[in-house]
């Protein structure tokens, strides 16, 4: 009884627990001497039987695919970049399904492609989403448009879980999962964003947060783009031209690389060390040692093991207005490449390897040759 109790209190507890968004430095799947690719997931809005919005008679779903297949084509000719749609036809595939396909593919960066509707046709410009809580009326109205896909399925309140595509309060159950990447994803929809003004010269309408599903239930950065007004005659007409598409194609292929470009730049390659650098005391007598961060929260919990999937120890540090708490704590740092392993298996996929010296947390790069 007693252990279930505590399994309860864990669930509650974790439900509401959310990941601080930190960019991890060491990323294994950029090797210098063998490198992966960075996997793109691309994934056209909308299909099949469900049109998008038909701004000026226009489909929505059309455009987006051939923007989709036009980034994936540019991509395709950088060797460092591995190209992975959600579909390449004009069929109807489940937002469950496209956040399912980028999580099978391991993938580094996922970017559903839209078109944006507005019952003023004065309104026009390409903007970037990226998950979380409606800062506003209108980035509700825009969620809410796109999570309506999920009604053209027969099973969406199983998929789902009762999900409510026109209750607010229903977005904050979608923010708890995408929270780890926050910063990533705000990072890769910056990159979009900037490529659209100095790249096309298009209305800037920056970076915005709103509760969309299909962002939801992707494990990585994630971005959703809203390649232009349809509802605006000339925005609606360039983007259902060739120009239009191949050029917005262009300018989001550009952005990807660039992040990508970025990314690996902050990257240290731990299979480039030789040996292990020895940690000791230094002149302030000063400890260096690793530990592995799973989680942190505006929330204080208790560091027990139950409240972690039966990790332990665990260290809790206060970092403004979070919690961050810590798994293990080693000088090796081949030791605590295996606690990190460890934390996933229990599934904290999102745990990263940081340093400290004495009790401040510091880079990575301050500890390890590079």
Same mark, same amino acid.
């Given at each position: 009884m007693l252990l279930k +109790?505590?399994?309860k209190l864990f669930l509650a507890l974790f439900s509401s627990f959310t990941l601080l968004a930190e960019r991890p430095i060491i990323h294994s799947k950029f090797k210098r001497n063998n490198p992966k690719p960075f996997v793109v997931v691309l994934d056209a809005g909308h299909g099949g039987h469900d049109s998008g919005n038909r701004? *000026?008679?226009y489909f929505e779903k059309n455009i987006a695919l051939n923007i989709a297949l036009g980034i994936g084509k540019i991509l395709h000719k950088n060797h460092g970049i591995k190209v992975i749609y959600t579909r390449k036809t004009d069929v109807f595939v489940k937002? @469950? =399904?496209r956040a399912k396909i980028a999580n099978e593919a391991d993938a580094d960066l996922f970017v559903s492609i839209h078109c944006d509707a507005f019952k003023s046709s004065a309104v026009f410009g390409a903007g970037t989403f990226v998950l979380g809580l409606h800062a506003n009326q209108r980035n509700f109205e825009v969620a809410k448009r796109e999570n309506s896909v999920i009604f053209y399925e027969e099973d969406y309140e199983k998929n789902y879980e009762g999900f409510d595509p026109n209750n607010p309060e229903s977005v904050i159950s979608l923010t708890l999962m995408q929270e780890a990447y926050s910063n990533q994803s705000i990072e890769a929809a910056d990159a979009i964003q900037k490529s659209f003004v100095s790249s096309l010269g298009r209305k800037n309408r920056t @970076? $915005? /947060?709103a509760g969309f599903v299909v962002l939801k239930y992707t494990y990585m950065p994630s971005v959703l783009v809203e390649a232009g007004f349809l509802t605006? $005659?000339? %925005?609606g007409a360039y983007l259902n031209s060739k120009k239009?598409? *191949? =050029?917005?194609? $262009?300018s989001i292929a550009k952005a990807i690389v660039n992040y990508k470009d970025d990314i690996e730049k902050s990257t240290i390659d731990v299979e480039t060390f030789n040996q292990e650098k020895k940690l000791t005391y230094n002149k302030n007598n000063q400890e260096i040692f690793f530990r592995v961060q799973i989680a942190a929260s505006k929330n204080s919990l208790d560091p027990n093991s139950y409240n972690f999937n039966g990790l332990e120890p665990i260290h809790k540090l206060k970092d403004g207005s979070y919690f961050k708490y810590y798994f293990s704590k080693s000088? +090796?740092?081949? /030791?605590?490449?295996? %606690? $990190?392993r460890k934390a996933k298996k229990k599934g904290f996929n999102s745990a990263f390897i940081v340093a400290f010296k004495g009790d401040k947390q510091i880079k990575l790069s301050e500890v390890l040759d590079k």
């Amino acid at each position: 009884m007693l252990l279930k +109790s505590r399994l309860k209190l864990f669930l509650a507890l974790f439900s509401s627990f959310t990941l601080l968004a930190e960019r991890p430095i060491i990323h294994s799947k950029f090797k210098r001497n063998n490198p992966k690719p960075f996997v793109v997931v691309l994934d056209a809005g909308h299909g099949g039987h469900d049109s998008g919005n038909r701004g *000026n008679g226009y489909f929505e779903k059309n455009i987006a695919l051939n923007i989709a297949l036009g980034i994936g084509k540019i991509l395709h000719k950088n060797h460092g970049i591995k190209v992975i749609y959600t579909r390449k036809t004009d069929v109807f595939v489940k937002l @469950v =399904d496209r956040a399912k396909i980028a999580n099978e593919a391991d993938a580094d960066l996922f970017v559903s492609i839209h078109c944006d509707a507005f019952k003023s046709s004065a309104v026009f410009g390409a903007g970037t989403f990226v998950l979380g809580l409606h800062a506003n009326q209108r980035n509700f109205e825009v969620a809410k448009r796109e999570n309506s896909v999920i009604f053209y399925e027969e099973d969406y309140e199983k998929n789902y879980e009762g999900f409510d595509p026109n209750n607010p309060e229903s977005v904050i159950s979608l923010t708890l999962m995408q929270e780890a990447y926050s910063n990533q994803s705000i990072e890769a929809a910056d990159a979009i964003q900037k490529s659209f003004v100095s790249s096309l010269g298009r209305k800037n309408r920056t @970076v $915005k /947060q709103a509760g969309f599903v299909v962002l939801k239930y992707t494990y990585m950065p994630s971005v959703l783009v809203e390649a232009g007004f349809l509802t605006n $005659k000339k %925005e609606g007409a360039y983007l259902n031209s060739k120009k239009g598409q *191949n =050029d917005m194609a $262009k300018s989001i292929a550009k952005a990807i690389v660039n992040y990508k470009d970025d990314i690996e730049k902050s990257t240290i390659d731990v299979e480039t060390f030789n040996q292990e650098k020895k940690l000791t005391y230094n002149k302030n007598n000063q400890e260096i040692f690793f530990r592995v961060q799973i989680a942190a929260s505006k929330n204080s919990l208790d560091p027990n093991s139950y409240n972690f999937n039966g990790l332990e120890p665990i260290h809790k540090l206060k970092d403004g207005s979070y919690f961050k708490y810590y798994f293990s704590k080693s000088k +090796s740092y081949k /030791q605590i490449q295996k %606690e $990190k392993r460890k934390a996933k298996k229990k599934g904290f996929n999102s745990a990263f390897i940081v340093a400290f010296k004495g009790d401040k947390q510091i880079k990575l790069s301050e500890v390890l040759d590079k």
